[in-house]
């Protein structure tokens, strides 16, 4: 005969990894006259033969794009889908499961649409609206590549993130059109202060996860000791190497001579 049973329905909350669980069904036998059990009845290939993977026929990769842009400068955002499964999918295959991605911008984002573009297609699209797109067909096994542009409007402020939600979606087995979230997976820009040569006192070495707030506390110190601050995003510069020419031709050991310091 044929067992048969159903995965419960499993809804993303947030951001992370593919759904892929392992569970095994384990089996039983015996005599309800006698109840007598079959010793050793589940055991060597039986085990194994009752293994099996929960997860969806699609995946979502990691999110690839710059951490910190200072205000005016965009970031490509790439990501790709994979068709796990052993049947091409979408609105344009033979199941006729749409598959559709969105990016919209996170609940807990810092910038919204007065400072943040997202560009798809040569179009410029308010992260409050939010980018979607569906893919016709995509066969088993193949795996797609995905990009949109973010840009930081001119005025951006400084030490805010912009946070975002790329969400995939499939449509349901027994509805191919109606379509729901299966993967979320999050990305997040960080709006960075460009360094610039100064009479600072002190280098004050951050990224993309230094927040405004300590920015704020910094600048509040310097203030109260009466020394000023020069900021080196190393998530926006890629580097911290004293010697290496900075774009008007000096170096950051340059900068730090005379007697000043520098804190990280």
């Known amino acids: 005969g044929e067992l048969r049973f159903r ?11 593919p759904l892929e669980i392992e569970e095994s069904i384990l089996q039983r036998a015996m005599l309800p006259s006698v109840r ?4 050793r009845y589940q055991e060597g290939d039986a ?14 990769s990691s999110i ?14 790439r990501f790709s889908i994979t068709n796990q499964s052993r049947f091409a999918l979408g609105a344009a295959s033979e199941c006729k499961r749409v598959v559709r991605v969105r990016v919209t911008t996170a609940p807990d984002s810092e910038l919204g649409d007065e400072h943040v573009v997202l560009v798809a297609d040569g179009n410029e699209l308010a992260p409050g609206v939010g980018w979607s797109h569906e893919l016709p067909k995509i066969g088993a096994g193949d795996t797609t590549e995905l990009e949109i542009s973010v840009r930081l409007r001119d005025g951006a402020p400084e030490y805010l993130r912009f946070a975002a939600h790329v969400t995939l979606e499939i449509g349901d087995l027994e509805a191919p059109a109606a379509t729901r979230p299966i993967q979320i997976r999050g990305f997040d820009i960080r709006v960075a202060r460009p360094f610039a040569v100064s009479d600072a006192d002190l280098l004050l070495v ?6 405004r707030e300590e ?20 998530s926006r510069e890629r580097h911290l190497d004293l010697e290496r020419p900075l774009s008007d031709g000096i ?9 000043r310091r520098l804190a990280i």
């Open 7 to 17: 995965i419960a329905e499993h809804a993303p909350t947030g951001p992370s990894d």
């Open 36 to 39: 007598r059990d079959f010793e």
């Open 47 to 60: 085990v194994e033969q009752g293994r099996f993977v929960i997860r969806y026929p699609l995946r979502l």
């Open 64 to 77: 690839t794009s710059l951490k910190s842009l200072a205000a005016g400068e965009a970031t490509r955002v």
């Open 206 to 211: 951050v990224n993309h996860r230094t927040t």
């Open 215 to 234: 920015i704020e506390a910094w600048e509040q110190l310097g203030q109260r000791l009466a020394f000023a601050i020069a900021i080196w995003d190393l």
């Open 251 to 259: 170096s950051l050991a340059d900068c730090l001579k005379s007697g």
